[in-house]
């Protein structure tokens, strides 16, 4: 059984650097979405996929993030000219339509 | 906007006492909703869910939950807490169908010690 695998686990980058993040979700899942948390915080929508369609986004995702799932397979989410408040873990989850959502490991961004 | 409270911000408990956590969320329609939990160094887990009918549901290592729509609740029960419990819990819900964006709570710091 192979969950949610997101890459790299973490990474530290510097003020106005970009990144890009990527997420395989569970093979059968046609959703996929993208949340972020900060510490203290519940996870936070950012947006999500169904097959390559991307479906809803969150006014959190400011027109520096971009996120992509061009084959309805793996999804990246690209953050550009990262800022310091953009430090937090990204977290990747997958589901069938109309079904609960299974999360990945996240990935830890440190922008300094 | 909709949004989920969660009532605990941080439990402290002994082993084999029983644990409540609250979570209320704020949405007058047909909402689904889970209980996710997270263990030390681990992702965040399904703990258990709710879609439509029993408003009692049951989920694993003996935690249940009670959806009353009238309260706009859904608090996590168990009648035994261990050790091995010590997480963090998660309230969360989705709005008119499954499959949607998730609102999540700030979560509860569940700490039994034994």
Not at chain 1, 79 to 89: C, L, N, P, V, Y
Not at chain 2, 44 to 53: A, E, H, P, T
Request: aromatic share 12%.
């Amino acid at each position: 059984d192979t969950g949610v695998s997101q890459d790299p686990r973490h990474k530290i980058t510097k003020r106005g650097q970009n990144v890009t993040f990527r997420c395989d979700p569970i093979s059968e899942h046609n959703r996929l979405y993208w949340y972020r948390q900060t510490l203290g915080q519940g996870p936070e929508f950012l947006t999500y996929f169904q097959n390559e369609a991307q479906l809803e986004k969150s006014r959190l995702l400011s027109d520096r993030f971009s996120a992509e799932r061009p084959k309805g397979s793996f999804s990246t989410l690209e953050i550009q000219r990262t800022e310091q408040g953009d430090s937090a873990m990204y977290l990747c989850a997958s589901s069938s339509v109309l079904a609960e959502q299974y999360f990945g490991p996240g990935t830890r961004l440190t922008v300094t | 906007a909709q949004s989920v409270s969660q009532h605990n911000h941080h439990v402290i408990l002994s082993e084999a006492a029983s644990l409540e956590l609250g979570c209320n969320y704020s949405y007058g329609g047909t909402v689904n909703l889970f209980w996710y939990v997270q263990y030390p160094g681990q992702h965040l887990q399904l703990l258990l869910k709710y879609f439509s009918g029993d408003p009692l549901v049951k989920g694993i290592k003996g935690f249940e939950a009670e959806f009353i729509k009238s309260k706009f609740s859904f608090n996590l029960r168990k009648p035994s807490v261990q050790w091995s419990d010590t997480a963090e819990y998660f309230c969360a819900v989705n709005v008119n169908q499954a499959g949607t964006a998730l609102i999540f709570g700030k979560g509860t710091t569940l700490s039994v010690s034994s």
